[in-house]
């Protein structure tokens, strides 16, 4: 399939490309390659349509496993051993309508059915929960080192490298729950960056997602069913260098609306510290992170000085205010 030039982009004014069936070193692969990268470069977020969720496994993950997830009781939810970004997060202050639930390595099927048996251990850990989310993020495994891939490729990263950074990752889903807002068009997650390399960002049938531009606008991301968004993360704006922004985004609610999404994140596996990539770095571009250890800038952004921060990544590992 052939990528979706400038002129057919989607309404939102991100650039959306159609990744189903290319393959690496084709003509069709890098022609969506220089969009992907373009996009990323510029937004950090593109959009992107593809065939890693079918219609059935779209249904078995909105209207089945996260129905019956977020219908638990809260003390049930909250039996989820949970961190700064892990296990359950339920409604706070700045985001009172908002809960999730993260499921951590879910590329190993063991992993997912440790959180059915948290959250249903008398009901045979609810395989069909297990079995969705397992599926889910299989199919977006794929997907997501595409576009990785894709982007490293375009800034001249090798194959070595390349294939280092991609082992070097972990891969976890987040589902999560918006609840109706009586006020209407309200903030239900205020403006923030991901502490994440990538996300794949799966939104059902409501609105609310949006992206910053370069001039301080915010873009719509529709709830297309073949399309997804993927969005760069801090740890990716450390790899590449700052060559790729972390995505600003937020969630607004413009309809009185329940609302579900999932993502796929991929974050650094433990004990991996993040760093410029080597081909990213010479005389026209000096390192401006210096290595980042992933679970101290978690603790730092999360229960620390960063709290207070507009930009915790900078104060933590930029080399002009590192520590």
């Known amino acids: 399939m052939a990528p979706i030039d400038d002129a057919k982009q989607c309404l939102s ?123 889910f993020a299989t199919n977006m495994l794929g997907l997501q080192r595409k576009v990785g891939t894709m982007v490293l490729e375009s800034l001249g990263v090798g194959q070595g490298s390349l294939g280092s950074h991609l082992d070097s990752l972990n891969y976890s889903v987040r589902l999560s729950h918006y609840g109706v807002s009586e006020a209407g068009d309200a903030m239900l997650m205020k403006s923030h960056r991901d502490p994440t390399v990538l996300s794949v960002v799966v939104q059902h049938d409501v609105e609310g997602l949006e992206v910053q531009a370069q001039d301080g606008s915010w873009l719509a991301v529709a709830p297309q069913p073949d399309t997804v968004a993927v969005i760069a993360g801090e740890l990716l704006a450390v790899v590449t260098n700052g060559r790729v922004p972390a995505c600003v985004h937020r969630v607004r609610a413009p309809s009185r609306r329940e609302r579900l999404s999932a993502q796929f ?59």
């Open 265 to 323: 994140v991929s974050v650094p596996k433990d004990g991996f510290t993040v760093q410029p990539l080597d081909e990213l770095v010479d005389a026209d571009h000096p390192p401006r992170y210096n290595p980042c250890d992933f679970d101290g800038y978690v603790q730092f952004r999360y229960a620390g000085e960063g709290r207070k921060l507009s930009d915790p990544l900078e104060a933590f590992c930029g080399v002009a205010k590192g520590p």
């Open 13 to 135: 004014g991100i650039s959306r490309v159609d990744l189903r069936g290319i393959e690496p070193s084709s003509k069709e692969w890098e022609e969506a390659r220089a969009v992907v990268a373009a996009s990323m470069e510029a937004l950090g977020a593109v959009l992107v349509v593809q065939d890693a969720l079918s219609p059935d496994l779209r249904q078995a993950l909105f209207g089945h496993a996260m129905p019956e997830l977020f219908a638990l009781p809260l003390n049930v939810k909250q039996s989820l051993v949970s961190g700064h970004i892990n296990g359950y997060v339920g409604p706070r202050p700045s985001a009172p309508s908002y809960e999730s639930v993260r499921a951590w390595e879910t590329t190993n099927g063991g992993a997912v059915r440790n959180v059915g048996d948290v959250l249903w251990p008398h009901d045979g850990n609810n395989p069909a929960f297990c079995d969705t989310v397992s599926a």
